[in-house]
């Protein structure tokens, strides 16, 4: 089921805007590299949701070539922005190597651990199941046949106007044009997948709430590996609620450091 176009395609598409945009947001000033990662594969989806959003008020058209022409792009802003000078490379040493190098690695094994058993719970499947599964495999397919922001629900439902939550869809169209999937294998495949990202993210609220690495990463291991929540998602079929437990932490950390000394907002306050 899992194929190596949509492995490559989602790493893509949950990377590069974040990464892109994270120098904007000073997430790389506030955060070590990999939690600016983690920060990124979070941030990603509302990424993409709001370019679909804002492209339908252009009339652009989205396919294959479209995504690949963002994603290059975004590729070329993130090393450009991203790229490390010589006292940030000097800071990037600094500290033992274990300190630096095992809590990331613990976090990759937990996450690989909970990308086996995610996808080995889908063993079988052929499509995502219950009502919702099939509902988002529709809406979906929507995006895949208007090319873009849907307008409508036709010609699967006698129904005008689209007011639909659609940020997990967006993402999952984006992953079928890429990939070349079809909307009902993507669907499905995304929803492990992200069953599989959101205790990753718990580093990231983790690191907000104040808890150190052994904290982040208890709490990693237990949502990956042994409370029902997130891999009861499969079940539930609430993939659009799942997106949005994936994109929170990312919201919350750039809502608290723009309000922080030194960020944004409160720049623009003490100006006032």
């Known amino acids: 089921m899992v194929t190596l176009p949509i492995s490559i395609a989602a790493a893509a598409a949950l990377l590069l805007p974040g990464l892109a945009l ?5 997430v790389r000033r506030r955060l070590g590299p990999p939690l600016v990662i983690v920060w990124a594969l979070c941030a990603s989806p509302a990424l993409w949701a709001l370019l679909l959003l804002w492209s339908a ?14 994603l290059l792009g975004l590729a070329l802003l993130a090393w450009v922005r991203l790229r490390p000078r010589g006292s940030e490379r000097h800071k990037a040493r600094q500290g033992p190597l ?13 996450l690989a651990i909970a990308l086996v058993l995610r996808f080995g719970e889908a063993e079988g499947l052929v499509a995502a199941p219950w009502v919702d599964g099939y509902h988002h495999t529709v809406i979906t397919q929507l995006f895949l046949d208007q090319q873009g922001l849907p307008q409508d629900y036709r ?12 940020g997990f869809h967006a993402l999952a169209a984006l992953l079928s044009w890429l990939s070349g999937g079809d ?7 995304l929803g492990q997948l992200l ?21 982040q ?28 437990l994936l994109v929170l932490p990312a919201a919350l950390f750039t809502w608290q450091a723009a309000w922080r000394p030194g960020g944004r907002r409160q720049g623009a306050r003490q100006r006032l």
């Open 98 to 110: 274990s300190a630096r190098i095992l809590p990331p690695a613990a976090a990759i094994l937990i």
């Open 155 to 166: 010609p699967y439902l006698e129904a005008d106007g689209f007011d639909y939550h659609f």
């Open 22 to 26: 994270a120098p904007s947001v000073q």
């Open 217 to 244: 990463l208890t709490a990693q291991a237990l949502a990956s590996a042994w409370l029902w929540f997130p891999p009861y998602y499969l079940s539930w079929g609430r993939y659009t609620q799942l997106t949005g």
């Open 195 to 215: 069953c599989a990202l959101v205790p990753l993210g718990l580093l990231l609220l983790g690191r907000q709430l104040g808890l150190g690495w052994l904290g």
């Open 57 to 70: 008020r252009l009339d652009v058209v989205w396919g294959r070539a479209t995504v690949w022409l963002v």
């Open 183 to 189: 909307a009902r294998l993507v669907v499905l495949w």
